[in-house]
């Protein structure tokens, strides 16, 4: 199995923060503290046209080998709740559901030019637009806040670092990706925080659920002022091959 890993530092500014982990005071009972949580519902609509210059007009005949323009509405529904920490503890669940109301596109789901039949010639060829039918679990998690300015948490979650070039959610698609795991984030020191993770499982945006590796994450902020920080990774892959032509998990793949 391949290996592969990038450990760099880079100067980073005005970049996206880890959510602040501060944490209010604890209900009195489990009831009041699914009472005092938080939804994790949204809903986004969304129409696609993709033209793909030098593969051919959008008129050319279904029986030859161009592509067709992709076009595509979907829409993503997050359903989902998070109580508030009891005795430290709390609990998160997202259910998703993506679904299509226009289907003329590639939602790369079978591995070929074509939506939703094999290679034939006789087959109209589309654009790809990665967003295909899904509905499932979109995270799946428990907290624990016990210890001062720390969260340990367990499950399936999102997760974006930094600009989230190499690791996120790819929140741009309809079916982002998910990471099964643990992750642990600290911010005892000052101006700076800490975030390691071991996940051993990735729903990718194709919605293709991938064991057959793990990544394991380190990644130290340091935050300089306001809108500028150093940030030092170390992001581990034993992914053989996670189908974007390199084993990395954000919007650069």
Do not use: C
């Not at 067709?68 to 508030?84: P, V």
């Not at 094999?118 to 295909?132: E, G, H, L």
């Amino acid at each position: 199995m391949k290996t592969e890993w990038i450990i760099a530092a880079a100067l980073l500014a005005t970049l996206p923060a880890i959510a602040d982990e501060t944490v209010p005071k604890q209900p009195d009972t489990l009831l009041d503290a699914i009472k005092t949580g938080q939804p994790m519902t949204s809903f986004r609509l969304r129409y696609e046209d993709v033209s793909q210059d030098g593969l051919g007009p959008a008129n050319t005949s279904a029986a030859n080998n161009d592509l067709q323009d992709g076009k595509g509405t979907t829409l993503r529904s997050l359903i989902g709740w998070q109580t508030a920490p009891f005795h430290n503890f709390s609990f998160a669940a997202q259910l998703i559901d993506v679904s299509k109301f226009q289907d003329d596109y590639n939602d790369s789901t079978n591995g070929t030019l074509i939506n939703g039949v094999s290679n034939q010639p006789d087959k109209v060829k589309y654009a790809k637009i990665v967003d295909p039918d899904y509905t499932g679990v979109n995270q799946l998690y428990l907290d624990w806040t016990g210890i001062k300015n720390t969260r340990l948490r367990i499950g399936r979650q999102q997760v974006n670092l930094d600009n989230v070039r190499f690791v996120g959610d790819i929140g741009f698609r309809q079916a982002m990706q998910a990471f099964d795991g643990e992750s642990l984030l600290n911010k005892s020191l000052p101006d700076t925080q800490i975030f390691l993770a071991h996940f051993n499982r990735v729903r990718q945006i194709t919605t293709v659920l991938r064991d057959d590796g793990s990544l394991n994450i380190a990644n130290v902020k340091y935050s300089i002022s306001p809108t500028e920080s150093v940030v030092g990774y170390a992001y581990l892959s034993s992914f053989e091959d996670l189908g974007h032509g390199r084993s990395w998990f954000g919007n650069a793949a």
